[in-house]
């Protein structure tokens, strides 16, 4: 491959793009994996622990708007690789805090940087494939949510355990400092050059009207609306489940760790690229194949979460776990497919950072904290336990809101009438109703 093809190609963006999501989450679960350590170490209540990962979402969620405007106007590519550096910078300082205070901004400023990245990445994305294959492509983008998240786990608890959690910050944040000048060489893709017509029409860049123009997509709104639900609850049971294990199973930090982390990242994998690819392969014959994949995988991980958090037999709740993470991650790609194929191409950066600001300040800024809170009264069992019913409720928002997105699809989206933010045509909108 020459300097040229590499440059512009969408596999080798892919690729990228893929690694450093995985680094991503590594940076982002690194501190879940040592909060036992940092509860010991710098004596700490639970509801301060959690507060910690409160701190890394509400500022993540903020910046996340600011991102997204951005990238509608300037290089996202730059902005990537910005955002990769900035959240490294901070993770090595996380692991340098003399105090809880300065670990709580170091963890906030570290939000700052992964907004900054995941934003623009699903954009980047979109224009580089077109909108036939971005199930596929954006599940093996979102398959590093898994592996990052378990070796965030593995790094976190094994070298926490080994060498104290400082030590993990250190070896969690130094690649991206380097890794980030890798986006420097990747092209920046055309935007919308692969979009079809009906959704290529310029949007207008004030805030009032993008609003305007997102809502008038249900499918977008109830899209957005089932993820809130869903990063409340995972948010709080990504934070505190090793914490859980190691209290009420009474398992060591690294065993707890070391196992969710391996269940993560071959569940996880496996669910986000079955998701893609079934999800391509229904919405070929079946409109709406987004929403009823994700769904129906949501919906029916209640039953394998209660054997997961109430057995107390390791040879239950860790199949029980396994099945319960594959469901999970089987809607990844579905969802932010079916979200990026109703968006016009200019206002794709917007409509993600919208989603990602309320899904995390509604969601998981709120969650790590609140289960931390009623920890310190009532124990883990019953906050965990309520987290993962929540994750069911998810899936019943789009199983109800499947019309909604196939009519999107119908129009095209509502642009197909040829102006910014008009509701799509009834006479283009399926009759399933």
Known sequence: MSARDWHGSPTVALGVLTGLNALNYLDRYV???TLPLILAGLAISDAAGGLLQSAFIITYALACPAAGWLGDRQ???GLAAAGVLVWSVATVASGLAPTYAWLLIARAVTGVGEAS????????LSDHYPPERRSRVLGIFYAAIPVGTALGYVVGGLIGEAFGWRAAFFVAGAPGAVLAFLLVGLAEPVRGRLDPPAVQAAKPLGVAPSLRALWVRRSYVANTIAQVIYTFALGGLATWMPTYFVRERNLSLGVATSTFGALLVVAGFAGTLIGGWLSD?????WRGAEFAVSGWSLTVSLVFTLFAVLSPDPAVFWPAMFVTLLL???NIGPLNAAMANVLPADLRARGFAVTTMLIHLLGDAASPWLIGLASDRIG?????????????VSGLVLLAARASLEADM?????????????????????GAQ
Request: proline share 11%; with cysteine.
């Open 31 to 33: 501190v879940a994996a």
């Open 75 to 77: 290089s996202r590519m």
């Open 117 to 124: 990245y995941a934003v623009v990445t699903p954009s980047l």
């Open 281 to 285: 392969r229904l919405a070929t014959r």
């Open 328 to 330: 999970l991650f089987i």
């Open 380 to 392: 883990l069992t019953i906050p965990v336990l309520t987290a993962g019913c929540l994750l069911a």
């Open 410 to 430: 119908r129009a095209g989206g509502p642009d197909a009438q040829g102006f910014a933010g008009s509701p799509p045509s009834p006479t283009r909108t399926n």
